[in-house]
C-alpha cells in the first residue's frame, strides 16, 4: 500500500511553510513531491533591495529544492500545464504525469503586458535584469510602465542608480498608488519629483515596442529601457484545466483556501483567488496563509475539521526608495524615513534566514 501523496506545485511564498515542514509530513505518513520551474525561491520583499545593490541576488534566494529534499521529500523540476481533477493528475509540459492524494498550488504570476520587448517585474528574479541593464553603461533612460507599488519602487531606484538619466513612469489612472494612502501617494510623488522622475498619469499603454511604448491615443514614449509593471495575473493553467476561477483566473478557492472545484486541492498567493476575488498583491497574504495550507492538507487527508483563513483589513507594507529611506504605510498611516527602510530590511532578513532550512 502507499502512502498518501502530498504535491505542491509551485514553491512560491505560500508554500515555503510547508516545505519548511516537509519531514513532518514524511514522518506522519505521506509522500511530499515539489514540483517547480526553478529550485529557488526569490524572495519578492528583498527584490527591490537586489536592483538598488543593497542585497546580492543571493541574499534573496531560498533554496526550495534543498528545502523539500532534506525533509525526506521528492524534487521535479518542471511546470504545470494541466490539471486532471477527476483523476488527481498533475500533467507537465514535458508530458510527464504526477498524481496527488492532496495538491496545493503556489504558482506565481505573469505581468499582463510588455511581451519580448521589455523587462517584467514578475517574476520578481527579473529586477536584476533590470539592474545589469543599467550596469552595462549604454542606457540613457528608462521607462516603467504601471504606477502601483512594484512599478514606484523601480522608478525610484532606477532613477538613483542613474543619475544622470532620464526615468519615466507612466500610469492609467489618475494618480498612482492607487491602493495606497493619501499621504502615501503625496510623499511617493514628491520623492519621484525630487528624483527628477517624469510622471505621466492618466496615459495608459497599448502595446510595448522595441524601444518604445506605444499610448492609447497613438503617442509613443522612446526609452533604452522598458519595465512592465502593468498589473499581473495568475497562471493559465486553471482556465486551461476548466477549473472554477475568479475574474482574474485564479483558481476560486473558500474560507479554507480550498479549491471549489476539488476538495484535495488547495492554493495560496497570487494563484488564487479568495472566494472568488483577488486580494491585494502583496506578500503578506501569501506568507499568512502559509501555516493555514500546511494544517489544512494534513487535515483533508484525516478527516479532521480545516483552518479558515481570515485576511487582515489592515497591514503594513514598506516600499524601499532607493535612497537609504523607506515609505511605510497601515491603514490610512504613512511615514517616510530610513526608520521605515530599517524596519522592512529586519522583517525580510528574518524571515529568509528563519526559511532557509
Known sequence: MTNPRIVFAGGGHAHVYSLRRTAEFVSAGYDVTLVSDSPYLYYSGMATGVLSGRYSPEEHRLDVR??????????????????????????????????????????????????????????????????????DGGASSLL????????????????SLMPHGNTTLIEAEP????????????????????LGVDVMLGAKAASFESGSVVLEDGRKVLADILVAATGIAPSGVFARSNLATGDDGGMWVNHYLQSVTDERMFGGGDSVAFRGGALPRFGVYAIRQGPILFRNIRAILEGKPLEEFRPQK???????????????????????????????????????DEHRG
Open 66 to 135: 534543498r528545502l523539500v529534499e532534506s525533509g525526506g521529500g521528492r524534487f521535479v523540476e518542471g511546470r504545470v500545464e494541466h490539471v486532471l481533477p477527476k483523476e488527481r493528475v498533475l500533467l507537465l509540459e514535458n508530458g510527464s504525469a504526477v498524481p496527488y492524494d492532496a495538491a496545493s498550488f503556489c504558482l506565481g504570476s505573469e505581468t499582463k503586458l510588455g511581451g519580448e520587448n521589455s523587462i517584467p517585474v514578475k517574476p520578481v528574479a527579473n529586477l536584476m535584469r533590470i539592474r545589469e541593464a543599467i550596469s
Open 144 to 159: 516603467v510602465v504601471g504606477g502601483g507599488a512594484a512599478g514606484c519602487e523601480v522608478a525610484a531606484n532606477a532613477a
Open 175 to 194: 494618480d498612482i498608488l492607487p491602493l495606497a494612502p493619501k499621504k502615501a501617494r503625496r510623499i511617493m510623488r514628491e520623492h519621484l519629483r525630487n
Open 314 to 352: 489592515h497591514f503594513l507594507y514598506i516600499l524601499n526608495l532607493g535612497d537609504g529611506t523607506g515609505l511605510g504605510a497601515y491603514g490610512a498611516f504613512a511615514w517616510r524615513g530610513r526608520s521605515a527602510l530599517a524596519l522592512k530590511s529586519f522583517i525580510d532578513e528574518r524571515f529568509v
